[in-house]
């Protein structure tokens, strides 16, 4: 793939709003000056949600065109959540991200769990 081709992959999507404020703002205060290690980046956005998200199974579902805005603003969310915001806050950054989201099954709430 060329440099042009690229380039869809840094667009935000109905689920990965990557140029909402609080995002950029996010991931920013996340990396620091990692500004020039992709590497560094990943990890420091890794940890920043891995460490300032808190997880919770019990997570409320949200609408998916708000999801990563709310995990990012309410610093909670469940792996659902924290997925598409680790998209987001590397997207943010102007990285491509070329990738997929799959539908998770909640074994807390699924139907064979509920009796």
């Known amino acids: 793939m060329n440099q042009a081709d690229d380039s ?3 667009l935000p999507t109905s689920i990965i709003d ?3 404020e609080s995002i950029i703002g996010f991931s920013g205060k996340s990396i620091g000056d ?3 290690d992709p590497v560094a980046k990943a990890v420091a956005l890794y940890y920043a949600v891995r460490d300032g998200i808190w997880y919770d ?3 409320p579902f949200i609408c998916p065109s708000t999801i990563v805005r709310a995990t990012c603003s309410r610093a909670a969310g469940d792996i659902a959540s924290a997925r598409p915001l680790c998209s987001a806050l ?4 102007r990285n491509p991200l070329p990738g997929g989201l799959a539908d998770v099954r909640n074994h807390l709430a699924s139907r064979s769990s509920v009796r």
């Open 8 to 10: 869809v992959y840094l």
């Open 18 to 20: 990557s140029d909402h």
């Open 34 to 36: 990692r500004d020039k």
């Open 57 to 59: 199974p019990y997570y």
């Open 90 to 93: 590397w997207k943010s950054l």
